[in-house]
Nanobody, 123 residues
């Protein structure tokens, strides 16, 4: 059973930065597609960024140029560097993974493993 554990959330002011981490444990050898999602108050969950096992990366338009997704395979950890944060980035952020390529990458139903989330609040 794969476990995803997010950390790094917090409360910051607009313009500041945070780095989220997603630690992956369990059977990790076959994970092909990983992604960050978020769900703001009163909003539906949306895809933020994705990193495929082939190195492919994509972002939702609202975070392009501000967020960076990366991984440290030696540590089995996925990261989301968030710079120039805005109040509209306030949300619970979730890490997701699946053993196959997910298309489109922001299709929530395509991911079988999810973390519990970490809260990001920007004022």
């Amino acid at each position: 059973q794969v476990q995803l554990v997010e950390s790094g959330g917090g409360s910051v002011q607009a313009g500041q930065s945070l780095r989220l981490s997603c630690a992956v444990s369990g059977y990790t050898n076959t994970y092909y597609c990983m992604a960050w999602f978020r769900q703001g108050p009163g909003k539906r969950r949306e895809g933020v960024a994705t990193l495929g096992n082939d190195g492919s990366i994509d972002y939702t338009n609202s975070v392009k140029g501000r967020f960076t997704i990366s991984e440290d395979k030696a540590k089995n950890t996925l990261y989301l560097q968030m710079d120039n944060l805005k109040p509209e980035d306030t949300a619970m952020y979730y890490c997701a993974a699946d053993a196959k390529a997910v298309a489109p990458w922001d299709w929530i139903g395509g991911y079988t493993s999810w973390g519990q989330g970490t809260q990001v609040t920007v004022s």
